[in-house]
C-alpha cells in the first residue's frame, strides 16, 4: 500500500518560516522524483517546487529565493523549507510522487500579514 504523510504547516505571521515534510512507503523513492503543490480557496491546484530522482530541481517564480525542496532517499522524506511567507502563499499543500497518483494528505499553511 502507497502513503505519502505530511507534517508540518500551520498558521505563520508573514515573513516567517515552515518546513513541510512528505514521508512515503510503498514505492521505491529513490527511482521517483517528487513534487509539492498547493491550492489556495477558490483557484486551482498549482506546482510549488519538484525535485527529480536524480535531485534537479524546478520551482514555480513566485517562491524562487523563498522555498527550498530537498530530498533524503534514506529517509523516504521529501521536504519543502519555505522562508520569507508572504500572506498570498496561503493554501493546502500536497506532495505527490511524479506521474503517479499517490499524492498526501494535504496540509494547511496560512500566513497572516
Known amino acids: 500500500q502507497v502513503q505519502l504523510v505530511q507534517s508540518g504547516g500551520g498558521l505563520v505571521q508573514a515573513g516567517g518560516s515552515l518546513r513541510l515534510s512528505c514521508v512515503t512507503s510503498?514505492?521505491?523513492?529513490?527511482?521517483?522524483?517528487m513534487g509539492w503543490y498547493r491550492q489556495a480557496p477558490g483557484k486551482q491546484r498549482e506546482l510549488v517546487a519538484s525535485?527529480?530522482?536524480?535531485?534537479?530541481?524546478n520551482s514555480a517564480d513566485s517562491v524562487k529565493g523563498r522555498f527550498s525542496i530537498s530530498r533524503d532517499n534514506a529517509k523516504n522524506t521529501v521536504y519543502l523549507q519555505m522562508n520569507s511567507l508572504k500572506p498570498e502563499d496561503t493554501a493546502v499543500y500536497y506532495c505527490?510522487?511524479?506521474?503517479?497518483?499517490?499524492w498526501g494528505q494535504g496540509t494547511q499553511v496560512t500566513v497572516s500579514s
Open positions: 525535485i527529480s530522482w536524480r535531485g534537479i530541481i
Open positions: 510503498g514505492i521505491t523513492f529513490s527511482n521517483y522524483g
Open positions: 505527490n510522487a511524479d506521474l503517479t497518483e499517490f
